[in-house]
T-cell receptor, first 110, second 116 residues
Framework: KQEVTQIPAALSVPEGENLVLNCSFT??????LQWFRQDPGKGLTSLLL?????REQTSGRLNASLDKSSGRSTLYIAASQPGDSATYLC?????????FGTGTSLTVIP | GAVVSQHPSWVICKSGTSVKIECRSL??????MFWYRQFPKQSLMLMAT?????????EQGVEKDKFLINHASLTLSTLTVTSAHPEDSSFYIC????????????FGDGTRLSIL
């Protein structure tokens, strides 16, 4: 069964810093990997989707990379802002199922 | 863009009550929808896969008779928590894929269920 892990579980940084969130998965046979943002008590907002054949995707200050063979993905956030504070989840699609990581709770301090 | 609507967003009810949660794909058809459960400070756990026109597929450990799923149309799936008890209190989220396997999942805003 696919297992998805995110490190660190929590991260606190001062505003303006660049940061990296990590996601690892045990089964490399994935269709894609998706990064989400979740605000407290809210649903999920999709940030980036990387297909299994791709190495990275960029959207604004966000850059996600994928190394399928090693079972790793990173989400890079440039010039962090207080509004970036949220929980970030990665999820891999294996077959018709989605497996979520444990999440990284990010706090950006003004 | 594609939107998944989930209703209600919050429900509080007495123990023993049955609660229905709706998940709608607003501008696309979804033959498959997914239901997740999330406990505080934990990640999402897949409960079941809802299939239009056929029975839902439940994950191991999820009680079929407790969590009834109906996918009556290509745009609507419902999750009914039957005879709810305090331990059923949780955050429930549905999702639907836009298209095939390589398309992103779109999520509803979730339903916070509190059983007194």
């Amino acid at each position: 069964k696919q297992e998805v892990t995110q490190i660190p579980a929590a991260l606190s940084v001062p505003e303006g810093e660049n940061l990296v969130l990590n996601c690892s998965f045990t089964d490399s046979a994935i269709y894609n990997l998706q990064w989400f943002r979740q605000d407290p008590g809210k649903g999920l907002t999709s940030l980036l989707l990387i297909q299994s054949s791709q190495r990275e995707q960029t959207s604004g200050r966000l850059n996600a990379s994928l190394d399928k063979s090693s079972g790793r993905s990173t989400l890079y956030i440039a010039a962090s802002q207080p509004g970036d504070s949220a929980t970030y989840l990665c999820a891999v699609r294996t077959g018709n199922q989605f497996y979520f990581g444990t999440g990284t709770s990010l706090t950006v301090i003004p | 863009g594609a939107v998944v609507s989930q209703h209600p967003s919050w429900v509080i009810c007495k123990s023993g009550t049955s609660v229905k949660i709706e998940c709608r794909s607003l501008d696309f058809q979804a033959t498959t929808m997914f239901w997740y459960r999330q406990f505080p400070k934990q990640s999402l756990m897949l409960m079941a896969t809802s299939n239009e026109g056929s029975k839902a597929t439940y994950e191991q450990g999820v009680e079929k008779d407790k969590f009834l799923i109906n996918h009556a149309s290509l745009t609507l799936s419902t999750l009914t928590v039957t005879s709810a008890h305090p331990e059923d209190s949780s955050f429930y989220i549905c999702s639907a894929p836009l298209g095939g396997l390589y398309q992103p999942q779109h999520f509803g805003d979730g339903t916070r269920l509190s059983i007194l």
